[in-house]
């Protein structure tokens, strides 16, 4: 019995290492009573005020309540050149038929334009609709199609199989969830057989993302990568491919139970309006 107990305990270099492992687990410096963060903001307001008054071509002061949250969005989302690049390698990955892409895409919530202004890069038909007067102002001034008016109300009217895609960058987290199950559906209707619908919205499996959400005081709610992939195929929509863009600028162990989804601070789904929607049509015809 003796011996049984000695060959299960730690060889002499085994509880070194266990002693190292335990100093190095607890050794946590005590905090002093009181921190200070000095001048919090650095820099970065003065960033993002001098890019909104290249952006308006006007003054960087804040002037009203549509002023103060572009601010915000250049101040938290980032120069508009680095989401221009994000959203040009997620579109380059959709591809539709030749006999619909002249029908309109539809950018709800276009904001700054960014992908208004890669959709035209690519030769599709883009139109933003967005309920920011300043925002629309501007975005007729750099001759970008755009309308002023609320994205829902705005689908509801517009002829079914009439369009070749709805995109929506940001956007259903500012919504409840039943208004995101509703553009779901309309975008369904109003897409072209083939037609394809591109979302994107922050990652609550980041934990980066999370803690900065609601600085965005217009958000309601996140929306989980399955949840968001369950709600647009129970919506009749095929071929739905998720994506996740703004890698945090960390190193970190990956696991295979897909922990490296928690690096990435936006996540985004591509669906596709099936073919067989047309075929169904022309029978029922």
């Keep these: 019995m003796r011996e049984v107990v000695l060959s299960c305990l730690p060889s002499f270099g085994h509880r070194r290492k266990l002693k190292k492992l335990q100093e190095e687990f607890f050794a946590v410096p005590p905090l002093p009573p009181i921190q200070f963060l000095e001048a919090p903001l650095g820099d970065r307001l003065k960033s993002a005020k ?7 071509n006007e003054e960087d002061s804040v002037t009203d309540e549509e002023h103060r949250y572009l601010l915000m969005q250049l101040f938290f989302r980032g120069p508009m050149d680095k989401v221009r690049e994000e959203v040009r390698e997620v579109l380059g990955t959709v591809h539709v038929e030749e006999s619909i892409q002249t029908l309109p895409v539809w950018d709800i919530g276009c904001g700054r334009g960014e992908l208004l202004e890669v959709l035209n890069e690519a030769g599709f038909n883009a139109v933003g609709i967005d309920t920011s007067a300043l925002m629309i102002k501007k975005l007729s001034e750099l001759n970008l199609k755009v309308r002023h008016g609320d994205a829902i109300q705005e689908l509801r009217t517009a002829a079914n199989d009439s369009l070749c895609g709805v995109t929506a960058f940001h956007v259903i987290e500012h919504m409840p969830f039943h208004a995101v199950t509703e553009l779901l559906e309309l975008s369904y209707q109003k897409l072209a057989p083939g037609g394809f619908l591109l979302l994107e919205t922050p990652n609550p499996f980041c934990f980066e993302s999370l803690s900065f959400f609601y600085t965005d005081e217009t958000h309601v709610r996140p929306i989980q990568p399955y949840q968001l992939a369950f709600a647009v195929e129970t919506a009749g929509f095929t071929e739905t491919r998720l994506h996740f863009t703004a890698p945090v600028p960390a190193k970190r162990k990956q696991d295979r139970n897909y922990g490296w989804m928690r690096l990435y601070q936006n996540h985004g789904i591509v669906a596709k309006k099936p ?6 049509m022309g029978k029922a015809a």
């Design 50 to 56: 001098q890019q909104m008054s290249d952006f308006l």
């Design 275 to 280: 073919l067989a929607a047309q075929a169904a």
